[in-house]
């Protein structure tokens, strides 16, 4: 039995999510690989992910492992399966690795971007991957208010609601904002991400920026552990997962 | 009566080209817009446009002109439009013009981008915009092939069978190669293009710069103005129309 740890990249917008389901609708990101994956191999195959990204939602380092019993030669993985796999769906690099390794259990640390473009009108081409913000954004604001949630807090309150985990704690090592022109990118590095985190802060950043919200709010929501107290989930098609990192 | 100039930009991949057409299947973007303008201004509405783009390229910079009775203020049209319009058409820029303007008879230039990427394995993020070329392009004969065919020349061979024009003399100013690891873009610039010219120029420099075929082989196709000495027309994907150039 060998454990091959692949770097996927996905344009998420035609699918439901990474995680298997068995509803109706557009594929996940999983099922669309286990399909592909079984029938490449001829065996059953199960996907484990670093990190469930949602529906809409692209990955560009996504982290990914699975087992399997056949002896195709490493270097022959990516071309065979980049083949059979529809375009927005592509293998970048596999690697074997110790039976034990696991793409989210043995995970680091991650890092996501967040694109948000703040022209007046929107642009045409390339719309499906950022967020289109009209009002213009105050730059020192947002940055101040990223600084905020640098560190090690409980973030409950930038959690979608429902959500069982064993803590809310999680250290974010930094949110860095770059700009260019209109383009502004978030970069978001952290141990651990709770669902919906990334979208969530990203909100109530915008909210701060377009002067919604006070900088104090983002202590106050920190502080309250309510996801009534921080800003609305923005929208999915301007995140990626850029990287997971490992030991 | 008013005269109207725009500029525009969409995704090419959804649409059938850009001309107005009775056939089945996708729209076009001149009978999107048509159909939305007149809709707007309460009055049948008819689009005249620089260029007539092919089917799934691209336009950053397309220009269009059309008459209005409506005396809505220049600066409304712009929202008004993009709030009604799909989300891969947008209206850039509009001025009032003199009646005589016609935005393909007062086209003094065009400029083309054509956008490939060179990577061993394709991406999945933002593939409906370049062509993917696995095998490694050898960018100093891409480079002096462009070279031959920079200049005033009977282009036929580099024109879809077909087309009846009155001549097949157009000048190109540049083309200009620039690359950044594994992405290029060509970049086209003249006083007028014939039908799919990009594309077979693209084509039959993917050909050279693949040692596929020789410099001599450019001279040779414009020299004896027949199609089925260039190459191929490479897909409209990687093509976008960036800016159109009036006295």
Redesign the interface.
């Known amino acids: 039995m060998r454990n091959i740890k692949a770097i996927?990249?996905?344009?998420g917008k035609d699918y439901c999510g990474f995680q298997r389901q068995s509803k109706q609708g557009s594929p996940s990101i999983q099922e669309t690989l286990e399909k592909l994956l079984s029938q490449a191999f001829h065996e059953k195959i199960t996907v484990y992910s670093a990190g469930r990204t949602d529906s809409g939602v692209?990955?560009?380092g996504q982290v990914i492992n699975f087992y399997t019993k056949s002896n195709i030669p490493l270097e022959k993985i990516?071309?065979v399966l980049?083949h059979r796999l529809p375009?927005?769906?592509?293998?970048?690099k596999v690697e074997e690795v110790p039976l034990e390794f696991h793409a989210r259990k043995c995970a680091l640390g991650k890092y996501y971007q967040y694109h948000i473009y703040n022209g007046q009108?929107?642009?045409?081409?390339?719309?499906r991957?950022y967020y289109w913000v009209a009002q213009t954004l105050d730059e020192e604001l947002l940055r101040r208010g990223a600084k905020l949630l640098e560190g090690t807090h409980d973030f409950r309150s930038f959690c979608a609601k429902g959500t069982s985990v064993k803590t809310f704690v999680r250290t974010l090592y930094y949110i860095r904002v770059e700009r260019q022109d209109d383009w502004w990118t978030l970069h978001f590095y952290g141990n651990g991400f709770l669902r919906h985190m990334v979208r969530i802060i990203t909100g109530t950043l915008i909210d701060v920026a377009l002067k919604r919200r006070s900088l104090e709010g983002i202590s106050i929501a920190l502080d309250g552990k309510d996801r009534k107290l921080a800003g609305k989930t923005a929208p999915p098609q301007g995140l990626?997962l850029k990287s997971v990192y490992y030991p």
Request: avoid cysteine; charged fraction near 15%; proline fraction near 8%.
């Open positions: 996927i990249q996905y344009d692209h990955a560009l990516v071309p980049n375009e927005d769906i592509v293998f970048s009108q929107p642009t045409a081409i390339g719309r991957y990626v």
